[in-house]
């Protein structure tokens, strides 16, 4: 069983930061690849960034910098560190964890991240 809990959302003013953490149950965390994915309204859920169980972290070419995926294992817990945020950025955000040797996935219950002025 892998339960997992974002935490960090909020409002937050154009160019501002917020911390995204997620909080997994469960004791194979540290096999998972992690990941942050995205809904907007009225948009597809998108890959945000993505860590692997080794520490290797991925973005999508959009983000240009602004975001740093972390994990922690001993608190079974990855991060997103989102700077310089923009309207656009506003969007559910989801924690994902994929655990490979059965192709698992599982899906936090998201947090909003609102980006305005």
């Known amino acids: 069983q892998v339960q997992l809990v974002e935490s960090g959302g909020g409002l937050v003013q154009p160019g501002g930061s917020l911390r995204l953490s997620c909080a997994a149950s469960?004791?194979?965390?540290?096999?998972?690849?992690m990941s942050w994915y995205r809904q907007a309204p009225g948009k597809q859920r998108e890959l945000v960034a993505r860590?692997?169980?080794?520490?290797?972290?991925n973005y999508v070419d959009s983000l240009n910098g602004r975001f740093t995926i972390s994990r922690d294992n001993a608190k079974n817990t990855v991060y997103l560190q989102m700077n310089s945020l923009k309207p656009e950025d506003t969007a559910v955000y989801y924690c994902?964890?994929?655990?490979?040797?059965?192709?698992?996935?599982?899906w936090g219950q998201g947090t909003q991240v609102t980006v305005s002025s």
């Open positions: 994902n964890a994929w655990y490979i040797p059965s192709n698992q996935n599982f």
């Open positions: 469960g004791r194979i965390f540290s096999f998972m690849t």
């Open positions: 860590i692997t169980s080794s520490g290797l972290p």
